[in-house]
């Protein structure tokens, strides 16, 4: 089965930084649309940021300018680079999968919490 396995969230400082990773496995992981999203205590689950299988980004205004979302095809992996974080970054940090055709896949979150 397809699994999206997240790693690198933690507790950091105001102003720290955090690099999340996810690690797809049985997707042909270089033709689909991967995309970060967060979800707050008592708040929506938001897109923070997307990567196209042709390496666009997009980003939301929020994070513009601190986050960095990347691919490695060759190791079916996915990575946001968190910089200057703030305590409202704090949330649970998922991962996505999906496929133009409609496939569509989460990875069981990794907690991010920006405290001092």
């Known amino acids: 089965q397809v699994q999206l396995v997240e790693s690198g969230g933690g507790l950091v400082q105001p102003g720290g930084s955090l690099r999340l990773s996810c690690a797809a496995s049985?997707?042909?992981?270089?033709?689909?649309?991967m995309g970060w999203y967060r979800q707050a205590p008592g708040k929506q689950r938001e897109l923070v940021a997307f990567i196209t299988s042709s390496s666009k980004t997009n980003y939301a205004d929020s994070v513009k300018g601190r986050f960095t979302i990347s691919r490695d095809n060759a190791k079916s992996t996915v990575y946001l680079q968190m910089n200057s974080l703030k305590p409202e970054d704090t949330a649970v940090y998922y991962c996505n999968a999906n496929h133009p055709v409609g496939y569509n896949y989460w990875g069981q979150g990794t907690q991010v919490t920006v405290s001092s």
């Open positions: 049985r997707i042909i992981f270089s033709s689909y649309v």
